[in-house]
């Protein structure tokens, strides 16, 4: 195998797309016969599948503290303007009814 300098993934589609590539090194490392490489190679591996498991640990947890913020911020701006946000909904609940309307014609 040859050595690569190893960027971490800044996305969810580049951890998603890694994470692919590290399952076929991991195939393709199984199926190879074992040489005096496998061994640093299979370390090598396992380093990579651990900075992986805590970039992707690190997405969830920003992306659990954003959805949290998220809906933090909805129901605090749904009770400051309840007639508002009942508006909206109706009108939101109105153009969907009609464009699913059309399509079923």
Do not use: C, F
């Not at 951890?15 to 991991?26: F, P, S, Y």
């Not at 190879?32 to 969830?60: C, F």
């Amino acid at each position: 195998m040859k050595k690569r300098t190893h960027i971490p993934a800044e996305t969810p589609a580049e951890l998603l797309a890694d994470l692919r590539n590290l399952v076929v090194e991991a195939e393709t490392l199984l199926q190879s016969s074992v040489t005096e490489h496998s061994e640093e190679a299979l370390a090598a591996l396992r380093a990579r599948v651990s900075a992986a498991q805590d970039r992707l640990a690190a997405l969830y947890d920003s992306t659990k503290k954003k959805v949290s913020d998220g809906a933090r911020y909805a129901d605090e701006t749904i009770r400051e303007n309840p007639y508002q946000s009942l508006a909206v909904a109706l009108g939101l609940g109105i153009v969907i009814g009609v464009l699913v309307g059309r399509r079923s014609k």
